[in-house]
């Protein structure tokens, strides 16, 4: 029976197995130290991995000294993490925040003293280390592997840390403010389960990090019951998806409690009594003056689409 595991889903095997040491920890102690060496391995695999994804050579330490057959067969003096995170900067130009840094720091030395010297820390201490470095290298992953949604293991990962009180503590710490100070619309994520992360004008969560148009498709997905008439959608206020008018995508969610419409694609937002929709064949309209839209009219029963009216 053969082990294979490429870069990145070796490094997310490290972190998985600190989640379950981490778990092991509270009934027995040791564990906590080996949740530290893993989590320490699997950032320096998974930022690895980030790199290779722009070149293979980026991961040798002497970039003069890279051969492709060397990489294949894992025989090279590869880079150590503080290597890969100025490489990620500077030739890879990804934003990693000073936080991020200093948290990957503290790790990386408690990590050494561990498997070089001996340890005498606090167990809530490491405890807090650990949930601080998890906190920002499971969005980064989310931001830097957009197909990371398929992978079983990253499921797990995200699972097991969204059970996890201190971890959503320290998560949240960290995006406090960009909640506060972002007013733009928001809507739960479909991926982490987080109330009110997913910036929609953003298209992004502000928690996990998980975004773009499949965001949006999802959470759509989620709530709309495909098992019922078209248009039937329950999410909070929010009772009807419709095609946008603007757009023409079934992306328009209107409320039942609100006096607006607010479409997921193009993400623009009218007042409800604007939406139009003809009593016979459903195209969708915006209302442009008292009992006229711009492609159709409004007659005693309800709205009606220049084509309906011409074929009656």
């Given at each position: 029976?053969?082990?294979?595991?490429?870069?990145?889903?070796?490094?997310?095997?490290?972190?998985?197995?600190?989640?379950?040491?981490?778990?092991?920890?509270?009934?027995?102690?040791?564990?906590?130290?080996?949740?530290?060496?893993?989590?320490?391995?699997?950032?320096?695999?998974?930022?690895?991995?980030?790199?290779?994804?722009?070149?293979?050579?980026?991961?040798?330490?002497?970039?003069?000294?890279?051969?492709?057959?060397?990489?294949?067969?894992?025989?090279?003096?590869?880079?150590?993490?503080?290597?890969?995170?100025?490489?990620?900067?500077?030739?890879?130009?990804?934003?990693?925040?000073?936080?991020?840094?200093?948290?990957?720091?503290?790790?990386?030395?408690?990590?050494?003293?561990?498997?070089?010297?001996?340890?005498?820390?606090?167990?809530?201490?490491?405890?807090?280390?650990?949930?601080?470095?998890?906190?920002?290298?499971?969005?980064?992953?989310?931001?830097?592997?957009?197909?990371?949604?398929?992978?079983?293991?990253?499921?797990?990962?995200?699972?097991?840390?969204?059970?996890?009180?201190?971890?959503?503590?320290?998560?949240?710490?960290?995006?406090?403010?960009?909640?506060?100070?972002?007013?733009?619309?928001?809507?739960?994520?479909?991926?982490?389960?987080?109330?009110?992360?997913?910036?929609?004008?953003?298209?992004?969560?502000?928690?996990?990090?998980?975004?773009?148009?499949?965001?949006?498709?999802?959470?759509?997905?989620?709530?709309?019951?495909?098992?019922?008439?078209?248009?039937?959608?329950?999410?909070?206020?929010?009772?009807?998806?419709?095609?946008?008018?603007?757009?023409?995508?079934?992306?328009?969610?209107?409320?039942?409690?609100?006096?607006?419409?607010?479409?997921?694609?193009?993400?623009?937002?009218?007042e409800k009594e604007k939406f139009l929709e003809c009593e016979y064949c459903k195209q969708v309209d915006i209302l442009i003056?008292?009992?006229?839209?711009?492609?159709?009219?409004?007659?005693?029963?309800?709205?009606?689409?220049?084509?309906?009216?011409?074929?009656?």
């Amino acid at each position: 029976m053969e082990l294979q595991l490429n870069v990145l889903d070796n490094g997310l095997d490290f972190i998985n197995k600190c989640l379950y040491e981490l778990e092991d920890s509270t009934d027995h102690a040791p564990s906590i130290k080996y949740a530290v060496l893993h989590l320490n391995a699997g950032i320096e695999l998974i930022f690895k991995a980030r790199l290779s994804n722009d070149h293979w050579a980026f991961v040798f330490e002497d970039l003069n000294k890279a051969k492709y057959d060397s990489y294949i067969e894992g025989d090279f003096k590869s880079i150590n993490l503080d290597t890969a995170l100025s490489r990620l900067q500077h030739i890879c130009k990804i934003s990693i925040s000073e936080q991020f840094i200093s948290s990957i720091d503290r790790l990386k030395k408690t990590r050494n003293r561990i498997e070089h010297f001996q340890i005498n820390e606090n167990h809530y201490q490491l405890r807090a280390i650990i949930y601080d470095s998890l906190s920002y290298i499971v969005p980064f992953i989310n931001r830097e592997f957009p197909k990371i949604y398929g992978n079983s293991t990253f499921n797990e990962i995200s699972k097991l840390l969204h059970s996890q009180e201190n971890y959503l503590c320290e998560r949240y710490k960290r995006i406090k403010n960009e909640l506060t100070s972002n007013h733009s619309f928001k809507i739960d994520c479909p991926q982490c389960n987080q109330e009110h992360t997913l910036d929609v004008d953003e298209e992004i969560c502000i928690f996990c990090n998980y975004g773009g148009n499949l965001a949006i498709n999802d959470f759509i997905y989620k709530y709309a019951d495909l098992d019922k008439e078209a248009g039937t959608f329950t999410y909070k206020e929010f009772d009807s998806l419709k095609y946008c008018p603007f757009c023409h995508n079934e992306s328009l969610i209107i409320s039942s409690s609100e006096e607006y419409c607010k479409c997921l694609t193009c993400k623009t937002q009218f007042e409800k009594e604007k939406f139009l929709e003809c009593e016979y064949c459903k195209q969708v309209d915006i209302l442009i003056d008292e009992d006229t839209g711009e492609n159709g009219e409004i007659i005693e029963s309800g709205y009606y689409c220049y084509h309906c009216l011409m074929g009656d």
